[in-house]
């Protein structure tokens, strides 16, 4: 991505002669380091006030940060050096497939990584706690009474006697030598498993901020300080009447918890992601083309547009391309989610990943590299997957206070117990105060809405649905009224010939006439003459040459064919040539009552019938608008159709409201009309022709045939050309919705509950005291419990 922004900056079009002012240059910087929305917002904070950023986004899930700027103002490098100056690692992202495989392969080392420090830690941990057992006895015995940590004291009264039976030679150590080994013990994983929350905050600490990595670094450092004192110089808490208790189990467990939680949560990223790793491998390493007359197989990136790729029954087809010999049929269903394969023929576009069936042919390559589907829905769900939804404001404002309003509050927890506590007030202060530390956590809120946003992009994509990031999904949930395009969308936007009615006594046969039209209508423009020519193809007829061809415009057109004189047209060309059609009017309404159009042909003066000519509907659309009504929507068709023909689809499909004749101003118009009655309004075109009314709507839809996945007009691209595709996509927006609220309710919800029990809220009615290391184990599972949430998106399976 990097690459092609710089590229940007490149001589283009017109560099020959007057200088053309470069327009915003966008990049996508690696951010590396960043553990909660603090640092999120730490780094967005940063990157958009430098000079020249027109808009930056950072996204927590991914580690990236995507910034549109001005190149006259800034820099590719500046902006990565203005990330670093916050404490945070940061590079410039590779482009395309690359950045993923290289992204993937750093998620599976920091996973691979976190999990060998939890499981070491969890084993030093229990170690430890088995530890500290003999220690608080002998505290105990001295008449020093109670540890006061609630979870300690509970040990004590449950774990420690049938460790004492168990292990009476531990309880033999003496005290002293038990808090040194504990010592050494937390040292040892504090240096190593817990090395970089402490690195982490020194380096916020130095600019002048704070994150999670500081209250975990205050907290249990606090913890390891009074323990060493309390190792060091027991004396001096015995002679206070206080008991030099340790916290290096805490200290321990603490690390050990968070740890664990962010093995969990490492994993669960992962998974946020399986659909785009999934598409990656997809597409074949090698392909067999043909060069120097020879067939040869070569790495994919080798492949060249214009070479000519041989593909076999069975095999993926490695790179887009133009069928020029045989025939099979090809499974889309990566990219449409379809089940049914699609014939194939000469002429026919195929598309790189998708599987060949039975048959084999050559294709020549036209889409390669970057340019090739695939990729182009690779870069459009990694852009998805990088951006914002609005809700996430809420949380961004949030965290950008969160840290010193805990720090606030853990030194005030700490004052209050102090002066409040009833008994060893200085050490039940200083518990309450690391339990609060220690459960606050920002990484909750940082990740509720981003892991919603990656699995649901993913989702849609494997539904055949791309949608264009955050910002669309949230909006999509809100519609509430839906505008369908006629042609292309509700119909299948081919015309074809769907009858030949012949008249009495017609001097010509079924096929001879249709090889007559057909061969009239060959140097026709008109749209209809396409659907003759297919008819008479698809039938195999002969294709005669046309004589003395004239078009007459508004009615149709005549020549001479095989000697014979052909008129084909509207009635009133024919009437003007002194043929009546007045026996095939009646049948020639009845059809148009359907919406077809029919053209009448006559042969050598005599009427010899006509042809019904029609743009057949989707046959999934009714049952599409059908699913759309059921969801509450309203359904409006909108074409430049007349309106009887219009009409006749509407009544077909099931659509009762029918804007016709509109011109794309209007629909534009139309769409405005709708939003001014308070309507939120999804547009759904062929995003070429609508490409204004799909840019107006509040989101727009463009239908795609599995190559268009890249309509800038538009919101969400379809991948196939099927309705029912946009009821799923505007109720996956809707589960996605509710997901992200869930995810930010549970995420405040646990930080307001969370932290008042940690600074003991419940002791004066119920007496109950949270312990740090119970803190540390809510702490560690809340983010988890977000992104667990979010991957139950990966269940979606459609409206």
Aim: charged share 20%.
């Amino acid at each position: 991505m990097a690459s092609s922004t710089e590229a940007a900056r490149a001589d283009g079009p017109g560099a020959a002669g007057l200088a053309v002012a470069p327009g915003p240059a966008r990049i996508t910087i690696q951010v590396s380091g960043m553990t909660c929305a603090a640092c999120q917002a730490r780094v967005q904070k940063a990157l958009a006030g430098a000079p020249g950023v027109l808009d930056a986004t950072v996204n927590l899930m991914t580690a990236e940060a995507t910034v549109s700027y001005d190149p006259a103002a800034s820099g590719a490098e500046a902006l990565v050096e203005r990330v670093r100056e916050t404490g945070y690692g940061a590079a410039l992202s590779r482009a395309g497939a690359d950045a993923v495989v290289e992204q993937d392969a750093a998620r599976a080392q920091e996973f691979r990584e976190l999990r060998a420090k939890a499981l070491v830690a969890l084993a030093a941990g229990a170690a430890a706690m088995v530890a500290s057992m003999p220690l608080m006895a002998a505290h105990a015995h001295l008449g020093l009474g109670a540890p006061a940590d609630p979870f300690m004291r509970w040990s004590m009264r449950v774990l420690d006697p049938p460790l004492a039976r168990a292990l009476p030679w531990l309880y033999a150590v003496p005290p002293r030598a038990l808090a040194f080994g504990l010592l050494a013990l937390t040292t040892a994983v504090m240096a190593w498993a817990g090395r970089h929350f402490y690195v982490r905050a020194w380096a916020a600490f130095r600019h002048h901020a704070a994150d999670m990595n500081t209250l975990i670094a205050v907290g249990t450092g606090a913890a390891y300080v009074l323990s060493l004192l309390a190792t060091v110089a027991p004396g001096f808490f015995v002679a206070r009447g206080v008991p030099p208790d340790v916290y290096y189990e805490a200290v321990v467990l603490i690390i050990a918890l968070i740890l664990v939680g962010n093995t969990l949560e490492a994993r669960a990223k992962r998974q946020t992601s399986t659909a785009l790793r999934a598409l990656l491998r997809l597409q074949p390493r090698t392909a067999r083309v043909v060069r120097g007359g020879e067939e040869r197989d070569v790495p994919v990136e080798e492949v060249h547009a214009g070479d000519v790729v041989v593909v076999r029954p069975g095999e993926r087809l490695p790179v887009d391309g133009e069928v020029l010999t045989g025939a099979s049929a090809v499974d889309e269903s990566m990219l449409t989610g379809e089940p049914l394969p699609v014939e194939k023929h000469p002429g026919d576009r195929v598309i790189g990943a998708t599987v060949n069936g039975a048959g084999a042919f050559r294709y020549r390559a036209t889409g390669v590299g970057a340019e090739t589907v695939l990729a182009h829905i690779v870069k459009l769900m990694r852009e998805a997957q990088g951006s914002r939804a609005p809700i996430q404001k809420l949380a961004d404002r949030i965290s950008g206070i969160f840290v010193p309003v805990v720090l606030s509050i853990s030194i005030a927890t700490f004052v209050v117990w102090f002066l409040a506590a009833d008994a060893a007030p200085a050490v039940r202060a200083f518990a309450a105060a690391v339990a609060v530390l220690v459960i606050a956590c920002p990484c909750a809120m940082g990740l509720a809405v981003p892991t919603a946003v990656m699995v649901a992009t993913g989702k849609g994509a494997e539904l055949g649905v791309l949608v264009k990031g955050g910002e669309a999904l949230e909006r999509a949930h809100a519609v509430d009224t839906v505008v369908l395009d006629k042609t292309g969308t509700i119909t299948e936007g081919k015309p074809a010939v769907t009858e030949v009615v012949l008249a009495a006594g017609a001097p010509v046969p079924e096929d001879v006439l249709v090889a007559l039209v057909a061969a009239v209508e060959r140097a026709s423009e008109h749209p209809l003459a396409a659907a003759i020519v297919a008819r008479a193809t698809a039938s195999g007829l002969p294709a005669p040459e046309v004589q003395r061809f004239e078009a007459l415009a508004g009615r149709g057109a005549r020549g001479v064919v095989d000697g014979r004189a052909v008129v084909v047209g509207n009635p009133a060309l024919l009437a003007a040539e002194g043929i009546s059609t007045a026996a095939l009017e009646a049948s020639a309404a009845e059809r148009a009552e359907r919406g077809w159009t029919t053209v009448f042909a006559a042969v050598d003066g005599a009427l010899a019938g006509f042809l019904a000519v029609a743009d057949r509907l989707r046959p999934t659309s009714p049952e599409a608008i059908r699913r759309l009504r059921r969801m509450g929507l309203e359904v409006v068709m909108l074409t430049g159709d007349t309106r009887r023909t219009a009409e006749a689809i509407a009544r077909e499909a099931g659509v009762t409201r029918v804007v016709a004749g509109v011109l794309p101003e209007g629909k534009v118009a139309e769409v405005e009309r709708l939003q001014r009655e308070g309507r939120v309004v999804a547009m759904v075109g062929d995003g070429i022709n609508d490409a204004p009314a799909l840019a107006r709507a509040d989101v727009g839809v463009a239908m795609g045939s599995g190559t268009d996945v890249a309509v800038e007009a538009s919101d969400v691209t379809l991948m196939r050309s099927d309705l029912r595709a946009v009821a799923d996509a505007i109720a996956l927006s809707r589960r996605t919705m509710r997901t992200m609220r869930q995810n930010l309710f549970w995420a405040f919800a646990y930080n307001v509950v969370g932290i008042p029990v940690a600074a003991g809220a419940l002791y004066p009615a119920l007496g109950l005291q949270l312990s740090p290391v119970l803190a540390s184990a809510a702490m560690a599972f809340s983010s988890v419990s977000v992104v667990t949430n979010s991957l139950r998106l990966r269940r979606f399976r459609g409206a």
